[in-house]
């Protein structure tokens, strides 16, 4: 497997990044571990999810199947849409990437994310305010050690922008 480093970060990872957004959908638990089996056995080291996968089942699937290698992974997971029916349960807000991070940390079985992803384009000015105060409020969060980088996603993962560092 080829490595690449990301970036600045000094972060290396496999060329090729695993998507577990099926975990816990098409792929039951079984087939997710053949999968994250599979994808070690190649050299893959890099997982990306999204707490909204099947509703917060892909990270779980993932947080299980991570534990004896944590270490050796680079595991992204990524904040934006609704995960409840509160108004303030979606979005960029502070408020909403702090509850989110803290969840998707339980679901994962893990005290960090290596990156952490915006998981929506904003199009427009004032939603750009709102991108800034999402990197602004993130550096606390980073602060705190739970997250290593914060980074923005724009248009289905072909473009993305490592913020720290």
């Known amino acids: 497997m080829e490595y690449k480093l990301i970036g600045r970060t000094g972060v290396r990872v496999s ?11 098409d792929a039951d638990k079984a087939t997710s571990q053949a999968l994250f089996h599979r994808c070690r056995e190649a050299g893959i080291n890099f997982f990306d999810c999204a707490n909204v996968y099947q509703a917060g089942a892909a990270e779980e699937i993932l947080g299980e199947l991570v534990g004896p290698c944590r270490d050796e992974i680079v595991l992204t997971s990524k904040v934006y849409f609704s995960m409840g029916k509160d108004i303030n349960a979606g979005g960029a807000s502070r408020r909403h990437i702090t509850a989110a ?31 800034d105060r999402s990197q602004n409020d993130g550096d606390d969060e ?8 914060i980074v923005f996603l724009f248009s289905h993962a072909r473009y993305f922008i490592v913020l720290a560092g």
């Open 142 to 149: 980073s602060d705190a050690g739970l997250l290593f980088q």
């Open 15 to 25: 060329s090729l990044c695993f998507g577990t957004m099926s975990f816990g959908g």
């Open 101 to 131: 991070v803290e969840a998707s940390l339980k679901r994962l079985r893990t005290d960090r994310l290596d990156f952490y992803f915006i998981h929506h384009f904003f199009a427009n000015q004032n939603n750009s305010r709102q991108h």
